[in-house]
């Protein structure tokens, strides 16, 4: 049971209607006999395992804060959940293959940290935990949350709010577009070229691959705004885990702006403690002493960001074309931590020129292409596959190629026209910091349903059907 699913739609419809008719102290039990059905829904293997997290990191919660905090028990708990996520991802476990995984095992390992950090105390009561850890709307891709930050929400009474749950509705609309519309219609243009990457050369390359970055931007976007959208209609707010990426002039504001939650969790749990370490203690002081201010600061980062940028391509999976990817947006963003007293420098000289608007759009749209070339790594299922669409990326441009390309799927790339002037519009006024929704509702009632009868109806007319495969993240 999906987002973009008629039964996913129904089990929102009941699941709305009991909660609110439920008195309020009893509304989080709903809420959790909810999120069971959702995750049986996957299969029964996969709920048993994500059962079986639960209690074993419930009670490591509670093993680490009688333990004093002692650093023992976290390292251990720690250890035990990688551990658990290595031997998952390994083709002997391929017959459970529990959905969400990676997501809610990171939250499990956030948890028992901060428990160890007392900026939580360990949840007594196991019921109230599961609800934490298998929240329908987050449980399969995140976003990942702070148990401090939704707990109080996950167990407060709530009242129904009629412009939440508007919101709500606007949302989930909005991401159903993204993935049925423009996600799914796409797929029917870049899969076959993904495939081998046999045959296809320069812009041909250049024009899938710009495509791709489209398409996983509003398949996960996608996913996200539904799952705020079907958490704002239960009264509760989780993390945006975009804003608005492809506006970046730079790949560390990219990642900054892709995938909050999981750059969130990798700066608290990985970053910081990284830049504690003897080592990276050692060369600040070293560099101290030399009176090097620069090294003080750059090269304890560069250990930092290396190691961070490591764990998140093992996480994405044991794939080089994961660790490559990770490893290449690492590379970059590592880069520009070093050089940046030249960027400085070269900044300052002409500043009319480097401050310029023209100069920022230019800063756009090369961290557009270069993102868009990372997932040369991340979208094959070879290294062979990227190697080879790398190389006929760079051989001659082959226009007649591309024009003929186009030509073969002009209509599913008529059909995403719309939405995707839709979206361009919705983004640049997010990024110029407007509230979309807010602005919307000033408009005329009649002009307002008009709109939403005519988004159904795009929906329905130009929506794909590749959706039954799930969301490109499910993988993970």
Known sequence: MTFTTIEFAVFMAVTFVIYYLTPGKFQWIILL???????????????????????????????????????????????????????????????????????????????????????????????????????????????????????????????????????GCYRIAFGLMKKLVIADRIGYVVDQVYETGEGYYGVTVLFVMVLYAIQLYTDFSGYMDMAVGSALLLGIKIRENFNVPYGSRSMSEFWRRWHISLGLWFKNYVFYPVQRTKLCDKIRKTMKKKKNRYGMNVFPTAISLTAVWTLIGLWHGFDWNYLCYDWFCGLIIISAELLKPVYDKVNQSAPKIFASRWMDMLRVLRTFLLVSFSFLFFRPDTMKVTMRMMRNLFTQPYVYQAAEFIYWHVYDLFLITVPLLILGVVDGMKYKGIDVYERFHRFPAVLRYAVYVGGILLIYIAKGDMSSGGFAYYVF
């Open 33 to 167: 006999i909810a999120n069971g059905y959702f995750y049986y829904q996957t299969g029964w293997k996969s709920a048993l395992f994500l059962l079986a997290v639960v209690l074993v990191s419930y009670a490591c919660g509670i093993l680490i804060e009688k333990t004093g905090q002692k650093r023992y028990a976290v390292v251990a708990a720690v250890i035990l959940f990688v551990l658990l996520l290595c031997v998952m991802r390994m083709p002997f476990a391929s017959i459970i293959m529990p959905l969400g995984l990676s997501f809610y095992t990171l939250q499990c390992i956030g948890y028992c940290i901060e428990v160890h950090r007392q900026t939580v105390p360990a949840e007594k009561n196991l019921l109230k935990y599961a609800l934490y850890i298998s929240f329908f709307p987050h449980v399969l891709q995140g976003p990942f949350a702070d148990y401090k930050e939704l707990k109080d929400q996950l167990l407060s009474p709530h009242r129904f709010d009629y412009d939440m749950a508007l919101r």
